[in-house]
T-cell receptor
Framework: GIQVEQSPPDLILQEGANSTLRCNFS?????LQWFHQNPWGQLINLFY???GTKQNGRLSATTVATERYSLLYISSSQTTDSGVYFC?????????FGAGTRLFVKA | DAGVTQSPTHLIKTRGQQVTLRCSPK?????VSWYQQALGQGPQFIFQ???????QRGNFPDRFSGHQFPNYSSELNVNALLLGDSALYLC????????????FGQGTRLTVV
């Protein structure tokens, strides 16, 4: 089956810093999404991005499907950005999540 | 427009019991997927329902079963509960086709004692 690797596993930032989260996947996929999981467990949709580049405020994402990776950029980080970021890819009808990147932003 | 809703939000069960979790999809969505998320891990795919049939299944035993109703809502049933079944159970809905965006409910936190 498809393997999904996220890096780094943990990240500590000072408020205002920028960061890049990476997601590598092992096979071609028909869907890729980035989520932010809040402390109560809710998965919040950040990007639906099977290919190309998208931006939403301080966040942007790029997926290079031919090279099987996706990047999530967080600029000018805020304490409210803290939490776990997941990459999820879909091959066929099955969605595989990475193990996540745990981000903590210090004030 | 209501998003994906799950019930109950929390549940405590005893080993060996059976549990049923419920999910109502986002308006306009016809596909429901279920996930199990253990503490500190990413969600694991259990199965997906479409047109009232299980369309794909992950690596979960037959103790995990489901159902989808004509209104697209879904249930997840777990029989003979084990302590290891304690987890956050997430439901996601999506529209037609393989390449559509999925939206998640708030989850049901199941504790087996």
């Amino acid at each position: 089956g498809i393997q999904v690797e996220q890096s780094p596993p943990d990240l500590i930032l000072q408020e205002g810093a920028n960061s890049t989260l990476r997601c590598n996947f092992s096979d071609s996929v028909n869907n890729l999404q980035w989520f932010h999981q809040n402390p109560w467990g809710q998965l919040i949709n950040l990007f639906y991005i099977p290919s190309g580049t998208k931006q939403n405020g301080r966040l942007s994402a790029t997926t290079v499907a031919t090279e099987r990776y996706s990047l999530l950029y967080i600029s000018s980080s805020q304490t409210t950005d803290s939490g776990v970021y997941f990459c999820a890819v879909t091959g066929g009808f099955k969605t595989i999540f990475g193990a996540g990147t745990r981000l903590f932003v210090k004030a | 427009d209501a998003g994906v809703t799950q019930s109950p939000t929390h549940l405590i069960k005893t080993r060996g019991q059976q549990v049923t979790l419920r999910c109502s999809p986002k308006s306009g969505h016809d596909t429901v997927s279920w996930y199990q998320q253990a503490l500190g891990q990413g969600p694991q795919f259990i199965f997906q329902y479409y047109e009232e049939e299980e369309r794909q299944r992950g690596n979960f035993p037959d103790r995990f079963s489901g159902h989808q109703f004509p209104n697209y809502s879904s249930e997840l049933n777990v029989n003979a509960l084990l302590l290891g079944d304690s987890a956050l159970y997430l439901c996601a809905s999506s529209g037609l086709g393989r390449g559509t965006e999925a939206f998640f409910g708030q989850g049901t936190r199941l504790t087996v004692v």
